[in-house]
Nanobody
Framework: QVQLVESGGGLVQAGGSLRLSCAAS????????MGWFRQAPGKEREFVAA????????YYADSVKGRFTIARGNAKNTVYLQMNSLKPEDTAVYYC????????????????WGQGTQVTVSS
């Protein structure tokens, strides 16, 4: 089992940047593919970005491609989401997730979730 704790959310103006972090504890971090998802009020949780166990493969939602970057530091048991050029529509609770299968964009493939961190982008 792995426990996930997100941090780094907050309030930022449109065009600004934030970096989210997700610290993992428990079983070997490097054995998990990691993902970031988000959920805006009244909407379903959606995929944002994912990274393979080694960090060599990444996936992004079209809505964030070119603006967000996912990275991981296996030595620090941490996954990051660098968010640049933020837009009001990026406002959501952001969740870190870990999965034991192949790296995917599907929510159902991730078995472990953090508690979420709020990101609010003002216009």
């Amino acid at each position: 089992q792995v426990q996930l704790v997100e941090s780094g959310g907050g309030l930022v103006q449109a065009g600004g940047s934030l970096r989210l972090s997700c610290a993992a504890s428990g079983r070997t971090f490097s054995s998990y593919a990691m993902g970031w998802f988000r959920q805006a009020p009244g909407k379903e949780r959606e995929f944002v970005a994912a990274i393979s166990r080694s960090g060599g493969t990444t996936y992004y939602a079209d809505s964030v491609k070119g603006r967000f970057t996912i990275a991981r530091g296996n030595a620090k048991n941490t996954v990051y989401l660098q968010m640049n050029s933020l837009k009001p529509e990026d406002t959501a609770v952001y969740y870190c997730a870990a999965g034991q299968g192949v790296t995917t964009t599907r929510l159902v493939d991730y078995g472990y979730w953090g508690q979420g961190t709020q990101v609010t982008v003002s216009s």
